[in-house]
């Protein structure tokens, strides 16, 4: 069976740099519209939120954030790439392979169908990133290899069970929008399904390495680091804005560092390309509580 399509990387030329790159601007959010119409689930009960776990044809990832559109339609966001069909070394989105769109998702917990985990919901994938650039003819080198979201539509029967804060840490509070310096605080909830179901493992607290590659790209540390299964995870920063997506598992120069894709850049390609008119990040119900 294939697990998380989490990728093992080769895209670390960017990487090594990157505290010599670093922003010096201080993090600026953007407060996204809280959406009326929809009457999300209580934090503590929801089975569809940020950290669930996603099974695209076997392979696991992580949902990251909760995103609506102008007619009211809830999507759960998480990585391109859950949805590739090559090699884990296949990064670059401008030429990688991927599962269509309308491909079928389910929403999971406790681990995969065959070892005992419960679905508990599904969806649609109505936006990858990799497949729009493609069809775009992108051709810019830091979007081809961070550009890495896609979008699954959430069934109609399963949006009563959808809440958009993260567990543990609550939030977002909108969106970061000036990156991540060195040095900042940063917090994630992987939910990979090899971690046999220890919740203990999935808050996960580090530091940013900076951001580099014109703002797609921020290298981090956490403790611990995030591994296959936590691909499309969810990040915020030190004041609980959306700041990306878990997209990449270093191997060198920056050993254990993980690649987080950059949501402001992510998104606003999305909302210039994905057709969906009104496109935005869902804040949290539940507040921002940095407390490991």
């Known amino acids: 069976m294939r697990h998380a399509r989490s990728k093992a990387v080769a895209l670390l030329g960017a990487a090594a740099v990157a505290v010599a790159l670093v922003s010096s601007a201080p993090a600026a959010s953007a407060k996204p519209k809280r959406t009326a119409a929809v ?19 076997g392979a696991q990832c992580t949902g990251n954030f909760v995103f609506t559109d102008g007619a009211g339609t809830t999507y759960v966001g ?11 070394t296949d990064t670059n989105g401008c030429d990688a392979g991927s599962l ?6 389910d929403f999971v917990e406790g ?12 969806g649609t994938l109505v936006y990858s ?18 550009n890495d979201l896609a979008l699954v539509k959430v069934d ?46 999935s808050p996960k607290q580090g530091l940013s390495l900076g951001t580099d590659s014109d703002g797609w ?23 609980g804005n959306a700041l990306g997506v878990l997209s990449t598992v270093q191997l060198a120069p920056l050993v254990g560092a993980n690649g987080v894709g950059d949501l402001h850049h992510e998104l606003t390609y999305a909302q210039a390309n994905s057709g969906l008119s009104g496109l935005a990040l869902v804040t949290g119900t539940e507040p921002f509580s940095p407390i490991l």
């Open 129 to 146: 990133s990799w497949l729009t650039m493609q069809k775009l003819g992108e051709t810019d080198e830091n979007t081809c290899a961070y």
């Open 78 to 88: 998480y990585a391109a790439h859950c949805a590739g069909t090559g090699a884990a």
């Open 156 to 201: 109609a029967g399963d949006v009563a069970k959808v809440n958009p804060s993260v567990p543990f840490w609550g939030g977002p509070t909108g969106i970061n929008t000036a990156g991540a310096p060195a040095g900042d605080t940063v917090y994630s909830y992987g939910n990979s399904s090899l971690r046999g179901g220890i919740e203990q493992l």
């Open 100 to 105: 269509p769109l309308g491909t079928k998702v």
């Open 217 to 239: 790209n921020h290298p981090v540390y956490t403790v611990t680091p995030g591994i296959p299964g936590d691909s499309g995870s969810a990040y915020l920063d030190a004041e």
């Open 111 to 122: 681990g995969s169908l065959a070892s005992g985990g419960t679905r508990v919901g599904g």
């Open 39 to 57: 009457a999300w689930a209580p934090a503590d009960t929801a089975q569809i939120h940020p950290g669930v776990q996603m099974y695209t044809e």
